[in-house]
């Protein structure tokens, strides 16, 4: 659900430099289609989700004859090459999973139906989601823009033997306090999980920084402008938010001394050993590789990202909260995709029905009984949180975040491709060493100037 650093601003050329063509996209009916029935085109990237959307499709087949679902998964990146390219040519998908750095340009742009003006979608009750996630999703005219799908939050993955080996145990993972200043118990608790080529720890007399065997937080890269399981965790844990506003704000805050010190500690844990330099994991960390491998005994990643984990080979898989930061609790960035209908699709209000089902208790259902994600709509998320619970994995630390609104808005603004484009380089520098993090001062002034 994050991943969008590297497609953001190719993405956002290409529509700017081609020329979008209105023309439908409608697909001629499936082999063995009621005769007269409507084809949809539906696009997904993740491909753990194809089954229980596939699953999902069968479902409104059967309530729907008149209609067919054409499913297709892309990986991430080929996916947004290929909607690129689709919508350039007029012939996209006529609904496709969508994301909130992606969907601004695309509304100002006028390839999505708004949903408010389509039979079937109009009437939606939005407050029947979780809280908040529609709101990411209306656009500056107030038009309806996606049907939210899921939502995701941010924790910190472990394996217990590591944690044992250390004379640790979960309990020890709990509570714990974070500020920019010392690190608080979250440091000393990464300073003790680290250990050098000898076999020292960082806490430890004669630990050795430059020689380090296991780190103890794996790197998530230098996170880009939203820093989803970087370091948005961290800051928002000051108090710290994006933008002035929660949505289509019109002014970032990397000017903030609260999100610059957040920074500073994070990339100076490189200098102590505690995690690995950038030269090590590149802009590609693969941070669940990292645990997998004992390379890090800590890793903060998304709730997408479950599964992944739970079968990460001789794992022993722990779970535990964020630590509190001076806000006096865990803060998690709270990111949701949702799915949008192309205005090119030929056959907008059948694709609204579809769309209808897809935010529905029923399919959501479905999808969370699949144990990938967490659905948006309150049904969705416990059929998710009971199928991780049956493989043995107690979520709650995600859910908690959300029930209790100790959570942090993905920034949803104009311009976030060309934003991107000159933020993630700058926190890479920021990352290898090679800027100081007050230059974000002067780098705010100028994403800022793009917002007005």
Not at 171 to 196: I, M, N, R, Y
Request: glycine content about 12%.
């Amino acid at each position: 659900m994050n991943h969008a650093r590297r497609t953001t601003a190719t993405l956002t050329a290409a529509l700017t430099a081609g020329t979008l063509v209105l023309a439908g996209c409608a697909s001629p009916a499936e082999p063995g289609a009621a005769e007269g029935s409507v084809t949809l085109d539906y696009w997904l990237w993740d491909a753990n989700q194809l089954p229980a959307y596939q699953r999902c499709a069968d479902a409104f087949e059967e309530e729907n004859p008149d209609l067919q679902v054409r499913i297709s998964q892309y990986g991430y990146d080929d996916y947004w090459r290929k909607l690129t390219a689709a919508f350039v040519a007029g012939a996209g998908p006529d609904v496709f999973t969508d994301h909130l750095t992606q969907y601004p340009g695309f509304a100002q742009k006028g390839l999505l139906r708004d949903l408010n003006t389509l039979d079937a979608t109009a009437d939606v009750d939005y407050g029947e989601f979780q809280e908040g996630l529609p709101d990411l999703w209306v656009g500056q005219d107030g038009g309806q823009y996606g049907m939210p799908k899921d939502f995701d939050t941010v924790a910190l993955f472990y394996d217990t033997n590591v944690i044992e080996e250390a004379g640790l145990g979960p309990e020890d993972l709990e509570g714990l306090d974070w500020d920019p200043q010392d690190g608080g118990s979250f440091e000393k608790l990464l300073a003790h999980l680290t250990v050098d080529e000898n076999g020292v720890r960082g806490d430890e007399e004669g630990f050795d920084p430059d020689n380090v065997a296991v780190y103890g937080l794996a790197s998530n890269g230098a996170g880009g402008t939203a820093g989803q399981t970087t370091w948005s965790w961290l800051a928002g844990a000051t108090g710290w938010k994006f933008t002035d506003k929660d949505v289509w704000g019109t002014e970032y805050h990397f000017d903030d001394p609260r999100v610059q010190d957040s920074l500073e500690w994070l990339f100076g844990l490189v200098e102590k050993g505690y995690m690995a330099p950038f030269e090590e994991v590149g802009t590609e960390p693969n941070p669940q590789q990292a645990l997998g491998s004992g390379r890090a005994a800590i890793s903060a990643n998304g709730s997408w990202m479950l599964g992944t984990y739970a079968n990460l080979e001789g794992v022993d898989l722990g779970i535990a909260s964020l630590p509190s930061g001076p806000v006096g609790h865990p803060v998690s960035m709270y990111n949701g995709l949702a799915d949008s209908i192309s205005a090119q699709s030929e056959d907008p209000e059948e694709a609204a029905r579809w769309v209808e089902f897809l935010g529905s208790d029923d399919c959501q259902r479905i999808v969370g009984e699949a144990g990938v994600v967490f659905p948006a709509r309150p049904a969705g998320t416990e059929a998710a949180v009971e199928a991780f619970a049956e493989r043995g994995l107690d979520v709650s630390v995600f859910t908690d975040l959300v029930e209790d609104g100790n959570t942090l808005y993905f920034p949803v603004t104009d311009s976030f491709g060309s934003i991107e484009a000159i933020v993630q380089p700058i926190m890479d520098e920021i990352y290898i060493g090679d800027r100081d993090v007050s230059t974000l001062t002067e780098v705010n002034d100028r994403i800022n100037g793009l917002l007005r």
